[in-house]
């Protein structure tokens, strides 16, 4: 595919975002090329992602989202939360846990927004590519803007509460499966509304990314009014 074609729908809204999450660290910044190491590790998740999917299929346990939706509502719901939000949440948590949160740069709760944000928006880059195709000029633009923000508002759940209980020095037992959890369940809710609803209850699938980008802007706030620190105080942030 020529790099042209790629300009607008992707590389465009990538670069956006990307300057977006630097700004918003801008008080104590990660290093550009842990950033982009980030970024090159979405794109592995992506495939790793991918790896899992034909897993379950071996195992007959993956199924068409879309035949689903016109036969069996509840296990679509079912496979959305179970399946495709666990895969693609579990697929992009996995090098933050085994890299990410070794960095010796990774010392406040907000570098586990930023990063995450940053492996999320590699992960969406591979997967608006591949929609491409199947997209008019304008679909493709708005998808290129709008399909990073999905990945990186639920990757933003793991990515807080996993690298603070890791700063704070926590088990990260009950903490990395609940924050996972959370995360598949609301992509998955979502994933669902978009497959199964007919147009008119799209707006709920928009008013659930609208709330937890609202709930993210407003934690960020919070942990950038605190002291500089790997382990803030947990009453101190909205968070929790």
């Known amino acids: 595919m020529h790099v042209s074609v790629l300009i607008l729908p992707v590389i465009l809204p990538l670069f956006f975002w990307g300057c977006y999450h630097y700004y918003k660290d801008r008080y104590l910044p990660e290093p550009v090329g842990h950033l982009l ?5 979405g794109v592995g998740s992506f495939y790793l992602g991918m790896l899992m999917y034909r897993g379950l299929g071996l195992v007959n346990l993956r199924f068409d989202a879309y035949l689903l939706a016109e036969t069996n509502l509840p296990g679509l719901f079912a496979y959305a939360v179970l399946v495709i939000g666990l895969v693609e949440e579990l697929a992009k948590l996995i090098p933050f846990l085994l890299i990410i949160i070794h960095f010796k740069e990774f010392d406040e709760p907000i570098d586990g927004i930023i990063y995450a944000s940053f492996i999320a928006l590699g992960f969406s880059a591979v997967e608006n590519i591949q929609y491409l195709q199947y997209l008019t000029s304008l679909e493709a633009l708005a998808r290129g803007f709008a399909g990073p923000v999905v990945h990186i508002v639920f990757a933003s759940i793991w990515g807080y509460y996993v690298g603070r209980a890791y700063l704070c020095r926590r088990a990260l037992g009950r903490t990395l499966i609940a924050a996972l959890a959370g995360a598949a369940f609301l992509h998955g809710s ?3 509304v978009v497959i199964a609803m007919p147009a008119p209850a799209l707006p709920l699938a928009a008013s659930l990314i609208v709330g937890i980008w ?4 407003l934690l960020i706030r919070d942990l950038h009014a605190l002291p500089a620190g790997p382990c803030p105080e947990d009453d101190e942030v909205s968070g929790d």
């Open 214 to 217: 609202v709930w993210r802007l």
């Open 37 to 41: 190491f980030a970024f090159a590790l």
């Open 190 to 192: 979502y994933d669902f």
